[in-house]
């Protein structure tokens, strides 16, 4: 994917220094991972609406991820918005320095992970990020650099998604798009990973849960890294061909009173090919109040999670900065 050396946009010499060799105890041991499991994939191409709401809240429930083929969304289009992106992350550094920024309320900018330790401060995850937002009707393009990727196809996948998920809970379809509010927060990352001299040292991204409502991720064919924990183990997450991954994230868990699972996950890198990825986000506005819905509560199933604004989530969830977050758990309910 690259003729020269990768260069982040902060300057950050790209090297196997302190600044990203993590503890032994935070580092991955890719020896452990079970490759042999993997996440269910559900075909869409299914016009038996029960039997595919069926099968897609059962993934819900087990493993909080699955791979969707027959999705709608042009394989040329797909193939287009990752050229977009690769081409974005060959630009100059200093051209992409232009989107550096540590301003939370920034919408369009360039970032790198990275976790907290302690005694040695902060250690940088194997890679880089650009964020924006997008929807059909937003009009955003003026703060993104030249030919910036479309993605206006996935908001009807995703509408479709969150309605087969609520007919899965056994309530009506519009419900759960109805409970995350009206002016969702729907946006992309672009997560790039160089080549890495030695994956057992470092993280594209440590393990994490996603505080939004909903993910679909476009990974590159080819080239896996992403790895989520079932039954306490990590499974990597293969690239299948013209499919995207769908994660449940924090929100959702709420929404469903615990059960739709939002999962750890994390990225590795590897030492010959870089990995390029794009999570498309979808989150409740600020002033949106999030708890578990009513109709999934009784006697057997007791509210899991006090009600709260998504602002005061993502308050807690800067709050906790460089941890491993535990956000959700903060709103949890003891019985």
Same mark, same amino acid.
């Given at each position: 994917m690259e003729t020269t050396p990768f260069q982040f946009a902060n300057n950050t010499p790209l090297s196997l220094s302190p600044n990203f060799i993590l503890p032994e105890e935070n580092r991955p041991i890719l020896s452990e991972v079970f490759s042999s499991a993997s996440i269910p994939t559900v075909d869409l191409n299914n016009h038996d609406i029960d039997d595919l709401a069926s099968k897609i809240s059962q993934a819900c429930e087990k493993y909080g991820f699955f791979q969707i083929i027959n999705h709608g969304v042009p394989k040329e289009l797909c193939q287009r918005v990752l050229a977009v992106v690769t081409e974005f992350f060959q630009l100059p550094p200093e051209e992409r320095a232009q989107f550096l920024?540590?301003?939370?309320?920034? !919408?369009?900018?360039?970032?790198?992970y990275y976790q907290k330790v302690e005694g040695q401060g902060k250690v940088l995850m194997w890679g880089e990020t650009f964020t924006?937002?997008?929807?059909p009707t937003e009009d955003f393009t003026h703060f993104l650099p030249k030919n910036p990727p479309q993605y206006r196809e996935i908001g009807a996948l995703m509408d479709r998604l969150l309605s087969l998920m609520s007919q899965g809970l056994g309530l009506e379809k519009d419900c759960l798009k109805r409970k995350l509010g009206e002016r969702p927060?729907?946006?992309?990352?672009a997560n790039y990973y160089p080549p890495c001299p030695d994956p057992e040292l470092t993280?594209? !991204?440590?393990?994490?849960?996603?505080?939004?409502a909903l993910v679909v991720l476009l990974q590159m064919e080819g080239v896996s890294g992403l790895q989520v924990v079932i039954d306490g183990k990590w499974v990597p997450v293969e690239p299948v061909p013209d499919a995207f991954v769908v994660n449940i994230a924090d929100q959702m868990q709420v929404l469903s009173n615990g059960r739709y699972k939002s999962v750890l996950h994390r990225a590795v890198t590897n030492n010959r090919l870089a990995r390029l990825s794009l999570p498309m986000f979808y989150a409740p506005n600020n002033d949106a109040v999030i708890g578990p819905i009513e109709d999934l509560i009784d006697e057997v199933h007791p509210p899991m999670y006090q009600n709260y604004s998504y602002k005061e989530y993502m308050d807690e969830f800067y709050r906790q900065e460089g941890a491993r977050r535990r956000v959700k758990e903060a709103f949890e309910l003891r019985h």
């Open positions: 920024t540590t301003d939370h309320s920034k !919408l369009v900018k360039v970032f790198n924006h937002p997008w929807h927060a729907i946006y992309t990352q993280m594209g !991204l440590p393990a994490h849960n996603d505080i939004s």
